[in-house]
């Protein structure tokens, strides 16, 4: 597709429970982030893959996070043993390579997760 | 954390200029202004960036301070479909956190028909 896509849109999970969310990037992108955005706030980085290997993964909140990108193209989060306070939307961005000027960041909508 | 400030709300007459500060006055010399916006229900979409010079494209205008510690993102003829929050970011180009976008809270801003 022309965007990045992520799914599913919406997620609600009982606390406790294991999560994975999906982020396909846009064609021939190279870099790809992770965001969380928490209501009311701004997005807030995760993680960011070059290819296959998680560049910087410092953002990650706890190890009950994790994200993998196998293949140097789709990318999945993970989120083990979910709590109330992992509600949150999840965005992807891609971009090519490292994309210097940061103008060619595409997200995607976002995975609303609600942990109940 | 952000190194940008910026007022929470604003409201605008649709047709009218949009003037959208920001202040950033412990910018860095490598680092850039960046301004995205986020429409509701959807991710953050580029709109302009600019160092020290004062830059225009077909979205918008980004005035920045000859001193660099305060900018303005001017939407010439807001529509109701440029209501949504604006994001100022400071960002350098190169070294560490250069792939790092470091929202704040943004500006809301509201195209009022």
């Known amino acids: 597709g022309a965007g990045v896509s992520q799914t599913p849109s919406n997620k609600v999970t009982e606390k406790g429970k294991y999560v994975e969310l999906r982020c396909d990037p846009i064609?021939?992108?190279?870099?790809l982030y992770w965001y969380r955005q928490s209501l009311g706030q701004g997005p807030e980085f995760l993680i960011y893959f070059q290819g296959t290997g998680a560049a910087d993964d410092s953002g990650l909140p706890n190890d009950r996070f994790f994200a993998v990108r196998p293949e140097g193209s789709v990318s999945t989060l993970k989120i083990q043993r979910t709590e109330r306070g992992d509600s949150a939307v999840y965005l992807c961005?891609?971009?090519?390579?490292?994309?210097?000027?940061?103008?060619?960041?595409?997200f995607g909508s976002g995975t609303r997760l609600t942990v109940v | 954390d952000a190194k940008t400030t910026q007022p929470p709300s604003m409201d605008c007459a649709e047709g009218r200029a949009a003037n959208l500060p920001c202040n950033h006055s412990t910018i860095s010399g490598n680092e850039y202004v960046y301004w995205y916006r986020q429409i509701h229900s959807q991710g953050p979409q580029y709109i302009i960036h600019?160092?020290?010079n004062n830059e225009t494209n077909e979205m918008a205008s980004l005035i920045i301070t000859e001193d660099r510690k305060s900018s303005t993102l001017i939407l010439p003829h807001a529509t109701l479909r440029d209501t949504a929050v604006y994001y100022c970011?400071?960002?350098?180009?190169?070294?560490?956190?250069?792939?790092?976008?470091?929202f704040g809270k943004g500006t809301k801003l509201s195209v009022i028909p």
């Open positions: 970011i400071v960002r350098p180009h190169q070294g560490a956190g250069s792939y790092q976008l470091t």
């Open positions: 600019g160092l020290k």
């Open positions: 961005a891609s971009s090519l390579t490292r994309d210097r000027e940061g103008n060619g960041y595409t």
């Open positions: 064609s021939g992108h190279t870099a």
